[in-house]
């Protein structure tokens, strides 16, 4: 061939420079190829992560299919703005626009068009943050990829309580760690290993600078989800607990308040309730004395309450029984440093009973004291005071109960009375559930029992005898002393339902101050047995520092009403209130009908 025209040479030159070109883009695409094949088999680039199950949720049999506690799926959003698929051709012969998703993805995640626009102009960025949503419509237009080509989607979980603050105590509550959320107190804590479910593990490619190329991620371990608690705790029960404490709290202006429900013959709770209460999904703006559980972790002086237990140990030991007169004077010789006596009527003698009815302390002192100390700490002992109950539930206080050889003689007739040992109201409530129970003694619980994702039964609670303090005679004399304390006469005729035998008992507790004890603060308590006859429930309430209890007394001059602190006027009525709620709708039986037909 004659390369002799301008013509020839130029086509010449253009075909070796197009070969020329080929070459080196067959070797570039080629080196490419075999970069990413090398990349591909580098575990440097690749990466495992831990993907947590959805967290199990809390409910209450009573409650349907409204959870106390759940978790709910939430949406994370990336842009990424590379990813924007510019080629997408629309139907209508178009070709998709950044500017057109811009405006789509503003517009369902409600966030200003211009910084939406901001991030999607970044094209040296991968990945940037752009919000979360837990709604499952701005999800399916995020993931609609004819719309949305440049959005990663993240699933996450966020933990939610539907039923805002109520049994926030008993609930707990997980903490914030987005890699490790966690149970961080109550039963969120206690169950935590149940509740959180296996995690599963995905795989994942970064590339050179580290980013993950989430075109590559594969799920290589599905999660398991955790399982469901289903509590004792009846949410009928519960609300109408809380509803009375709270208004029982503001009648009181109290510095706090508690209340329990148990069931006696089982030793389930059927509500819990602690206030001032706090919301489990802003849990981090209440205070830790907001947070604590009162109900298992306040240690305090109990006051008259504990002379039921008293009145147990002397039945129990033939030392007395309902009929034995005392004397009440309070020169006995036989007696070391008598208390002051806060009965509400003075004899010179009065019953064992008539002393439980109107709260003698004299009586009980020296009750208490012809007992003795170790036969009186036996008791005590094992009425479960000094000792964990055992709830299902963290951060249970123990209480306080000296060993007896620690004892001094004023400790004796304290003692008796409520003072010098301290407990907490489970144990308390646990305790007058013996009494109720025919003397037995059981280990209180709020779980019924744990559900896996597919129904399997993981782990059930069963009512557990733990002791038998007291004969079932025993419990039974107690019983019938103490439904005077709340007919006319008694410490707590604000207690009496009509219809209905109480067997219950006042404390009005000073509370410790220096070295001794305050004439200014008290802790109000009322705990009530229904029914004395055929007794099942267990009800216990108490005001921490009530200030200002209307009495429903008014002074003569003034026609004002007067106020008190004792546990009659603030803690009585509300335990009322909610027996009378509670007896109805658990179906419990009147047994004073003469009470009902006189209406």
């Excluded at 680039?45 to 949720?57: D, H, I, K, P």
């Excluded at 006042?506 to 101050?513: I, L, R, V, Y």
Aim: hydrophobic share 40%; charged share 25%.
């Amino acid at each position: 061939m004659a390369f002799g025209s301008e013509k020839s040479r130029f086509w010449f030159v253009v075909a070796v420079l197009l070969a020329v070109a080929a070459c080196v883009g067959y070797r570039l695409v080629s080196v490419h190829l075999r970069l990413v094949d090398l990349n591909v088999r580098d575990p440097r680039y690749w990466f495992t992560r831990e993907v947590r199950g959805l967290r199990g949720g809390i409910y209450s049999d009573t409650c349907g299919r409204q959870p106390f506690a759940c978790s709910l799926p939430i949406w994370e959003y990336h842009v990424d703005p590379q990813g924007v698929n510019l080629k997408l051709k629309r139907r209508d012969g178009t070709f998709h626009s950044r500017e057109a998703e811009v405006q789509t993805v503003a517009k369902a995640m409600n966030i200003d068009v211009d910084k939406v626009r901001d991030i999607y102009w970044r094209v040296n960025s991968r990945y940037v943050f752009l919000g979360t949503s837990d709604s499952d419509e701005v999800h399916n237009i995020m993931s609609d990829r004819k719309r949305v080509t440049g959005v990663a989607i993240e699933e996450r979980q966020v933990r939610r309580y539907p039923q805002g603050t109520m049994l926030s105590h008993v609930l707990g509550f997980v903490s914030r760690d987005p890699d490790n959320p966690v149970g961080a107190g109550g039963l969120e804590m206690r169950y935590e290993r149940y509740l959180k479910g296996k995690p599963g593990r995905i795989k994942g490619m970064r590339d050179a600078r580290g980013r993950e190329i989430r075109e590559r991620r594969v799920v290589d371990v599905d999660p398991m989800p955790g399982a469901n608690l289903y509590l004792t705790i009846d949410h009928n029960v519960q609300y109408a607990v809380e509803r009375a404490l709270y208004d029982g709290f503001t009648n009181c202006q109290a510095r706090s308040g508690w209340a329990i429900v148990l069931d006696a013959r089982k030793g389930s709770i059927l509500a819990m309730a602690t206030y001032p209460t706090f919301d489990p999904d802003t849990y981090n703006k209440a205070g830790e004395l907001v947070k604590k559980n009162r109900c298992i972790a306040e240690n305090h002086e109990p006051g008259s309450v504990m002379k039921t237990i008293t009145a147990c140990a002397v039945l129990n030991e033939g030392v007395a029984d309902a009929d034995t007169l005392v004397n009440t004077a309070r020169n006995d010789p036989d007696f070391y440093r008598l208390p002051g006596d806060g009965s509400h009527k003075w004899e010179p003698f009065m019953s064992v009973r008539d002393a439980l009815v109107h709260s003698s302390n004299i009586v009980y002192g020296k009750l208490g004291y012809k007992l003795g100390p170790q036969r009186l700490w036996k008791y005590f002992r094992a009425f479960g005071f000094g000792r964990k109950t055992g709830i299902d539930l963290p951060g249970e206080e123990v209480g306080i109960l000296p060993d007896w050889k620690k004892w001094d003689k004023a400790s004796w007739s304290r003692a008796p009375i409520g003072q010098f040992v301290a407990v907490t109201p489970i144990q308390m409530a646990v305790a007058y559930g013996a009494v109720a129970n025919g003397g037995k003694l059981m280990k209180p619980y709020v779980v019924d029992r744990v559900v896996a994702a597919d129904g399997t039964v993981l782990f059930r609670n069963e009512p557990v005898v733990v002791g038998q303090p007291i004969t079932a005679d025993t419990a039974r004399r107690v019983r019938e002393m103490m439904i005077g304390v709340a007919r006319p006469g008694g410490t707590a005729r604000r207690a009496a339902v009509k219809g209905y035998s109480i067997a219950g008992k006042t404390g009005t507790a000073q509370m410790k101050e220096g070295k001794g004890y305050s004439r200014m603060n008290y802790n109000a308590s009322f705990i009530g047995i229904l029914t004395a006859t055929d007794p099942s429930i267990v009800i216990l309430v108490t005001y921490q520092q009530p200030e200002h209890c209307i009495s429903y007394k008014y002074h003569e001059q003034t026609g004002l009403p007067l106020y008190n602190h004792q546990g009659g006027v603030c803690a009585a009525p509300v335990f009322r209130r909610i027996a009378t709620e509670v007896s109805q709708y658990l179906g419990i039986e009147p047994d004073r009908l003469e009470e009902l037909i006189a209406e």
